[in-house]
């Protein structure tokens, strides 16, 4: 058994999903690890992980109006200091989640057909996102 | 330290909570993995896993109508060509959220006694689910 | 590789976010693992887990206001025997999830930071909870 590390940047554009499945595998075909378990963290609070459907460009869109829905800006927040998208931010990141646990077998992850994994940014303008990843298995 | 993984597989019959605490249990209890970490991935985009009340059966109605009330039908989405429940069952299984991990000691999962582990299937006709197992451990 | 478990208590004093992540680290490092993987499991269905903003206490409040909002109490719930702020609190615990998994490296948690890990209660009056935690690696 032997496991391995690995902190992976990610940028972003402002709102929406960037889907980072194609550079999650390719770093478990280079551990070499054939079966485990890998986990993912956001190191963010303002940004989130999320496994959604990876065919239909239309549900990313219908995800990021839905969140800022149900978690609005000039709700009268009492964080407001960081700008009005912030607050809006940290709510979606705790709805959506920053932590993955993912099975891998035969060297890929047992994702679905139709699921990817996205990191989710939640703030107007784009940042450099980092992601912890952990992979444990032989 | 070893591991063993799995695919289960669940049939709903529609919305609501599918309890699969017992068909994971006997699962574990087959490893003879005593002390470790299990690993859950739902397969799906339309169905998802989580945690809940096991004693009350009203609880999952609720569940199940508070999450249509938070992701209604017919809301304008932009993915609306497989029916009108497939965005609000994404949106759902966001956020509940498609996997979970959980400690295991004393060949038990260390759930809490109200606690049972669910498939919510947010479609509206039933599936046969896919959950992907994995555990470490020794 | 080794691995070791723990059960964490934290005592709350009605809703609101307690922060764990100086319990966790402690516990981290008395286990002299130095790379792997840490799993909590919060072990009820009316508190929950979620890491967040560790800066701004406003940030925490707003979070339980937004909750509440979300899943408020008196909505018509059909499990109500166990007082109005009970299925409010199973939806919010549902909602930010009871379970998390965090990378580990240099004998400490991959966390951002800005992050901390957080207890979330949801019932009116204070609790003594339990948190289940597993830590692989060596």
Do not use: F
């Not at 963290?41 to 995800?63: F, K, M, W």
């Not at 700008?83 to 035969?106: Q, R």
């Amino acid at each position: 058994m032997r496991q391995c590390s690995n902190v992976m940047t990610v940028a972003t554009t402002g709102p929406g999903l960037v889907e980072i499945t194609r550079q999650v595998t390719e770093w478990i075909e280079q551990s070499g690890i054939d079966e485990g378990v890998l986990t993912l963290l956001c190191r963010h609070t303002s940004a989130s992980l999320t496994i959604q459907e990876n065919a239909a460009p239309a549900v990313r869109g219908d995800i990021v109006r839905w969140l800022s829905c149900l978690a609005p800006e000039d709700a009268g927040y009492a964080h407001d200091d960081e700008g009005p998208d912030d607050m809006p931010a940290h709510l979606k990141a705790m709805l959506t989640g920053v932590t993955l646990s993912i099975p891998v077998n035969d060297g890929r992850m047992m994702l679905g057909t139709w699921q990817g994994i996205y990191l989710v940014e939640h703030r107007r303008r784009g940042h450099r996102r980092e992601i912890a990843a952990h992979l444990i298995g032989e």
